[in-house]
């Protein structure tokens, strides 16, 4: 099964996308596609560098897959690795902190934040002893 998988993109559930985007857009992350529902965003997309993240409103997937209405939302959890911890940090100053930058038992230095639509984003950084 060598080469099955090409890429792995989270989507997000929130009530809002327009909140969560000057979020990413800190971090240089760009939209690149929009879908309208009922007269704001119900789905987007975010990229940068090749990375990409999809955001989509609940309403929207009630909407398009009712059966997936009851879905919870803010479950999102992110892990993402980053070149430089200081500058990301900088760039999400004032997102609710989960929990503050530390060292890890499996040599990452990391700080957990929470994004505007109430998701888990964890950026770490690899540190040497």
């Known amino acids: 099964?060598?080469?099955w998988l090409k890429r792995i993109t989270p989507i997000m559930l929130v009530d809002e996308i327009e909140p969560c985007l000057a979020f990413w857009d800190a971090l240089g992350f760009e939209k690149t596609a929009e879908v309208?529902?009922?007269g704001r965003l119900g789905f987007a997309i975010?990229?940068?560098s090749g990375l990409e993240i999809m955001y989509?409103?609940?309403a929207s997937v009630a909407s398009d897959v009712p059966a997936l209405s009851d879905a919870p939302g803010g479950g999102t959890f992110l892990f993402l690795?980053?070149?430089d911890l200081d500058?990301?940090?900088e760039a999400v100053e004032g997102a609710p902190i989960v929990f503050p930058r530390r060292k890890t038992f499996y040599?990452?230095?990391e700080i957990c934040v929470r994004e505007p639509g109430g998701n888990v984003v964890t950026f770490a950084m690899a540190v040497s002893d």
């Open 81 to 83: 690795e980053v070149m």
């Open 107 to 109: 040599g990452m230095e």
């Open 1 to 3: 099964m060598a080469n």
């Open 36 to 38: 309208p529902h009922e």
């Open 56 to 58: 989509q409103t609940r």
């Open 87 to 89: 500058a990301t940090i």
């Open 46 to 48: 975010l990229e940068k």
